[in-house]
């Protein structure tokens, strides 16, 4: 067969041959791509991704990967190694909006702090704490010094505060006894 620019196509046997070569190929990668669960469940959270996340999540994605690609290839020289981080974040939280006045009024701040406290032996569980410990280190370093010194001052009430309940809790030491 001749096309029309003069050169000589395949015969049409040898191109069927090739088409069904590459049908194979292909078929084998997408039975291979369909049966990796791990990485059906990779592209169905990128689906569900909002799209102006992808480029930003894609980067820290691709960003991990050379790291640890790099960890791998010289982690008998250096003695450190990486490994995946179960409880990775890729996004993280702000808080800037402007909290409304009335959410500021005592019955309202009264029962965030009652369920803030009935949390605190939550914190207490090692997995958690260290947890809590990290995330409270960093959620302070993102904020200002007059912030930090407002926590502080805070705080500090809040275990006054505290031995004052404590204090009301105990029962009285029993009277003596007249003899």
């Known amino acids: 067969m001749r096309r029309g620019d003069g050169e000589t196509d395949l015969p049409v046997g040898a ?14 990668l997408v039975s291979m791509l369909a049966s990796d669960s791990v990485l059906q469940r990779v592209l169905e ?31 008998e ?7 995946p981080n ?6 993280l ?11 500021l009024e005592r019955d309202e701040l009264m029962l965030a702090m009652l369920s803030a406290m009935r949390a605190a032996p939550l914190l207490l569980v090692p997995d ?25 001052v805070l705080m500090r009430e809040a275990l006054a505060l505290v031995d004052e309940a404590i204090a009301a809790a105990e029962p009285e030491a029993p009277a003596a006894r007249a003899s």
Do not use: C, F
Request: charged share 25%; hydrophobic share 40%.
């Open 15 to 28: 191109a069927l041959h090739e088409l069904a070569e590459v049908i194979d190929v292909a078929t084998r």
């Open 93 to 103: 939280r702000s808080h800037e909006t402007v909290v409304p006045r009335n959410v």
């Open 45 to 75: 959270a990128y689906r569900q991704m909002p799209l102006e996340d992808r480029a930003v999540i894609t980067e820290a994605i691709e960003r991990e990967v050379k790291a640890r690609k790099l960890s791998l290839a010289t982690e």
């Open 77 to 83: 020289t250096t003695g450190q190694s990486m490994h």
């Open 128 to 152: 958690i704490h260290t947890s809590w410990i990290d995330g409270t280190r960093e959620a302070l370093g993102h904020l200002d010094a007059a912030t930090r010194t407002a926590i502080a």
């Open 86 to 91: 179960p409880h990775a974040r890729l996004y």
